[in-house]
């Protein structure tokens, strides 16, 4: 069985702060892949990145950057000098091609950035 | 621009009523998938379909049904809407080309079941 654990349910911070998001999984799988989506309060959720199991390189894009930890089972992402547009709800997810093109979700963190 | 569109942003339905939820994808997807979503419970799988006619059960699909007559529309069906279906449905398609692509969403429909 998948599991996706986002411990953090919401986050509150003050503009150019630098925020992280925690997300653990279980899976028996050796292969796997994982993603961070945003979804604003226009309701639609919107690809950030995927990762496959095989690749542990840490990811950065812009403000964004992403550390995988398959010794603990983490994907965590992090914010630099957050911005009030990266006011969402951030999910991560997890799929196993073994089980189809399938997501599982995390219950998502709702991060409110303030001015 | 590639786009899900959900035919309605808010839906307010009576119990016992039928629900008809539409989405349509124009980005030629092969897989297309029915969510919901809960405070707390993030997005749970309800139906997913990979091809034309062809529908697999995910995770919570008691009380629901779909339809997918054409590659490019996928409706999810409430036969007798109750209290406990009122919730965010999201839809979603993606390619079958590369295994486990990203996943387009719709805006959601926001279904109230009074």
């Known amino acids: 069985a998948q599991k996706v654990t986002q411990a953090q349910t919401e986050i509150s911070v003050v503009e150019k702060e630098d925020v992280t998001l925690d997300c653990v999984y279980e899976?028996?799988?050796?292969?796997?892949?994982l993603f961070w989506y945003k979804q604003p309060p226009s309701g639609e959720l919107v690809f950030l990145i995927r990762r496959n199991s095989f690749d542990e390189q840490n990811e950065i894009s812009g403000r964004y950057s992403w550390n995988f930890q398959k010794s603990t089972s983490s994907f965590n992402f992090t914010i630099t000098a957050s911005q009030v547009v990266d006011s969402a709800v951030y999910f991560c997810a997890l799929s196993e091609p073994a089980a189809g093109n399938k997501l599982t979700f995390g219950g998502g963190t709702r991060v409110l950035v303030k001015p | 621009d590639v786009k899900v569109t959900q035919s309605s942003r808010y839906l307010v339905k009576r119990t016992g009523e039928k629900v008809f939820l539409e989405c349509v994808q124009d980005m030629d997807h092969e897989n297309m998938f029915w969510y919901r979503q809960d405070p707390g419970l993030g997005l749970r799988l309800i139906y997913f379909?990979?091809?034309?006619?062809?529908?697999e059960k995910g995770d919570i699909p008691e009380g629901y049904s779909v339809s997918r007559e054409k590659k490019e529309r996928f409706s999810l069906i409430l036969e007798s809407a109750s209290t406990n279906q009122t919730s965010m449905y999201l839809c979603?398609?993606?390619?079958?080309?590369?295994?486990?692509?990203?996943?387009?969403f719709g805006s959601g429909t926001q279904l109230s079941v009074l």
């Open positions: 899976t028996r799988d050796t292969t796997y892949y």
């Open positions: 979603a398609s993606s390619t079958s080309g590369v295994a486990n692509e990203k996943l387009f």
């Open positions: 379909s990979y091809d034309v006619k062809m529908k």
